[in-house]
């Protein structure tokens, strides 16, 4: 299998009339932090908040050039469901999206402000797959699949085409990889046009399928699927997907969640920018280390910025958590007034912002003239927060650190 370059340039055409081309930011933020010339390829700033619109327009320009649609069909909890959407409205096309039962209400939302029906099917997205096609085969209509399909992987290449115009020198683009429609995608325009720039996979840990289809050279399935980046939760990926990967791509890596985390942190923090997990995990790999990029003009792509509002305020627990900005610990205290305020200014001579307090005198071991006490707070950093435990320790405490999860 392969995706001509001819019909990615082709795409290109197609969507120049529907896309926003979106900025290519270069970091001096990252840059310092890696080493390396950092870009962001701005996917989140995407009509509809991600690139997923761009393999959906180019497949459904393509079936109405080809006079073989009337209606499309797609089952997504996410941001496939809004890119199918708006370009079926674009192009003046029914569509109907299956989403979980469980999808959160400001998707199905935003889905049917695109103009599209929304009907909730099961509990997860294998349930909402299985309706779709039974939908597809009553109605006569056509299925569009998010990421296994040659035209929305040459429609998802157009980034990659973008980005080369945009920074002919790059040396390195980074990816997050899922189903693989955006990676096989941008590899296989890239590769034709330039051999010479490396493209590289981004996958979290929990839901790697992508990463041992590449290492094993066969397509690999998981049975579980388990990361905070719902965007790129697969298990399993496409079979045209994988064969292009292996054929394009020079490396997949994984991130964890903290590491994730951190990085959508980062980029609130320092860019103003608001990313999805799926869309920060090329960040988080250039960032972790996973790669080389010292010297090198390097691309990360941003894929998405549809993150729920809800979901946030964990995330930027998590995030703080993986940078050692928040400390949790126990201390053992006399259970007689004062002496909590004694612990407490302890704390904030050393520029600790308390959190919470929780007494515990039920702990094992304990005489009744004795209390424990669990303390989350605010600090700098590693090293200020090791020397607020240092300084507990001076003032007599018995501290033992409380991994926060």
């Known amino acids: 299998m392969n995706i001509a370059l001819k019909d990615i340039m082709r795409a290109s055409e197609r969507l120049k009339p529907i896309l926003h081309h979106t900025e290519l930011d270069q970091s001096s933020t990252f840059s310092a932090m890696t080493g390396g010339n950092i870009y962001l390829k701005c996917e989140n700033r995407q009509k509809t908040g991600s690139f997923k619109i761009r393999g959906a327009s180019n497949k459904i320009a393509a079936l109405v050039e080809r006079g073989e649609v009337n209606s499309v069909v797609a089952s997504s909890a996410g941001n496939h469901a809004q890119g199918v959407a708006y370009a079926a409205?674009?192009?003046?096309?029914?569509?109907?999206?299956?989403?979980?039962?469980?999808?959160?209400?400001?998707?199905?939302?935003?889905?049917?402000?695109?103009?599209?029906?929304?009907?909730?099917?099961?509990?997860?997205?294998?349930?909402?797959?299985?309706?779709a096609k039974e939908i597809c085969e009553s109605e006569g209509a056509t299925f569009l699949h998010p990421y296994n399909d040659p035209e929305v992987i040459a429609g998802q290449g157009t980034l990659g085409v973008e980005i080369l115009g945009d920074l002919p020198t790059v040396d390195m683009i980074v990816v997050p990889a899922g189903g693989g429609g955006l990676l096989a995608g941008v590899a296989a325009a890239v590769k034709q046009l330039n051999p010479r720039v490396q493209v590289y996979g981004v996958q979290a840990e929990g839901a790697n399928a992508i990463a041992r289809s590449f290492r094993e050279k066969k397509l690999v399935t998981t049975e579980t699927a388990s990361t905070i980046a719902d965007g790129i939760a697969v298990k399993v990926p496409g079979d045209i997907t994988v064969e292009l990967i292996n054929q394009y791509v020079d490396g997949v890596v994984t991130v964890s969640d903290r590491e994730i985390s951190s990085a959508i942190l980062l980029?609130?923090?320092?860019?103003?920018?608001?990313?999805?997990?799926?869309?920060?995990?090329?960040?988080?790999?250039?960032?972790?280390?996973?790669?080389?990029?010292?010297?090198?003009?390097v691309v990360c792509v941003l894929s998405g910025g549809n993150i729920d509002v809800s979901f946030i305020q964990s995330i930027i627990e998590q995030g703080l958590v993986a940078r050692s900005r928040r400390l949790k610990f126990i201390a053992k205290l006399m259970d007689r007034p004062?002496?909590?305020?004694?612990?407490?200014?302890?704390?904030a001579d050393a520029g600790a912002n308390i959190l919470t307090v929780e007494h515990d005198k039920l702990m094992l071991g304990l005489n009744p003239n004795e209390t424990y006490v669990r303390v989350a707070c605010e600090v700098g950093g590693k090293t200020h927060g090791s020397m607020v435990i240092s300084e507990l320790k001076n003032h007599g405490y018995q501290v033992e650190l409380d991994e926060m999860k």
């Open 338 to 347: 004062g002496s909590l305020v004694q612990l407490l200014n302890v704390l």
């Open 89 to 131: 409205k674009k192009f003046g096309i029914p569509a109907t999206i299956v989403m979980p039962q469980a999808a959160p209400i400001a998707k199905v939302q935003a889905t049917e402000g695109y103009g599209a029906k929304v009907v909730l099917a099961g509990d997860c997205y294998d349930a909402a797959y299985t309706r």
């Open 267 to 297: 980029l609130m923090e320092r860019c103003k920018q608001i990313v999805e997990p799926a869309g920060a995990t090329p960040l988080a790999a250039v960032l972790g280390g996973k790669l080389d990029v010292e010297g090198k003009n």
